[in-house]
């Protein structure tokens, strides 16, 4: 009874399962030792990856140090000034007639009309051709004195003697000299810094060339222009001319060291001139002796 009761059941139980689909899941392999290679090789990978990367930031970092510049590797900021105090007396002089008299005159003077200002701006630009031809002839350069010469005549004549600038409509540039670059190309140093009564800042050397300028002009005497009252007249219009033309105010940074900034720039200014001039003028002397060409 009981084996006929238990092989009904089996029966029941494997119809069932006849029945419907039986589906076994399959659980993957454990392979720990080879997983751990794999791990042990990625991390390899991305140790010699961070290793590499921070040898090309070193490399990079090598090649774009910044070497901090010592004392010795920076320029000088000394400029030979044996009169200080006789120039610190004038500049200050300087700075009160610019204020009182002479900034006011050429504000005014700027406010007359541009065809004026030009006319005057050009007419004493054309008489200072004529210093400019003597210089160059002096300094041994014939094609800028010739240009010079010819900018004259023709600002003269076509240019009713001189109101009109027609020799730079012309391709005829203005390169102005004077005495003082004359002295630099035959190897004069600038000398010490001097501040000249209503010029301004200078040299010695720019203050033997005002008075061989002055007496160039003086000695050609154009048109008479050179000699009696209308002299000191023709003077006072082309200081006026020329302030109204420059932006310098003095103290207007209001720098307590505004002198030792003034007398620096203008020195050095003058000395890479100089520089140039002589590089202009022996230029293998400064390509170590190397033939031109190569």
């Not at 004392?71 to 900021?77: E, L, R």
């Not at 008299?101 to 200072?128: D, E, W």
């Not at 720019?206 to 023709?234: C, H």
Request: aromatic fraction near 10%; proline fraction near 6%; charged fraction near 20%.
């Amino acid at each position: 009874m009981r084996v006929a009761f238990f092989t009904s059941l089996a029966a029941l139980a494997l119809s069932a399962c006849a029945s419907q689909n039986l589906s076994i899941r399959r659980l993957p392999p454990e392979t720990p030792a080879a997983d751990n290679a794999a791990a042990i090789k990625n991390a390899a990978a991305l140790a010699a990856s961070a290793t590499a990367a921070a040898h090309d930031a070193a490399v990079q970092d090598a090649t774009h140090t910044v070497i901090p510049l010592t004392t010795a590797d920076a320029p000088s900021m000394y400029s030979y000034d044996p009169w200080e105090r006789v120039n610190r007396f004038t500049y200050r002089f300087n700075a009160r007639f610019d204020e009182a008299i002479f900034l006011p005159v050429a504000s005014g003077y700027g406010r007359l009309p541009s065809p004026i200002r030009s006319g005057v701006h050009n007419f004493f630009g054309n008489l200072a051709e004529v210093r400019t031809v003597v210089n160059y002839a002096v300094q041994l350069h014939p094609v800028a004195g010739a240009r010079s010469l010819g900018r004259f005549l023709i600002n003269s004549t076509i240019g009713i003697g001189g109101l009109f600038d027609v020799a730079t409509r012309l391709k005829l540039q203005s390169e102005p000299t004077g005495f003082s670059r004359t002295l630099a190309t035959w190897g004069m140093h600038p000398g010490p810094y001097l501040v000249i009564p209503f010029f301004g800042p200078s040299t010695l050397r720019d203050g033997v060339g005002l008075l061989g300028d002055f007496g160039v002009a003086y000695g050609v005497n154009i048109a008479k222009l050179y000699r009696g009252e209308k002299t000191w007249l023709l003077g006072v219009i082309d200081a006026i001319d020329q302030r109204a033309n420059v932006n310098f105010r003095y103290y207007a940074t209001g720098s307590p060291f505004e002198y030792e900034t003034v007398r620096f720039l203008f020195v050095h200014r003058e000395l890479i001139e100089d520089e140039a001039l002589r590089v202009k003028d022996h230029p293998q002397a400064h390509d170590g002796g190397a033939p031109a060409g190569k």
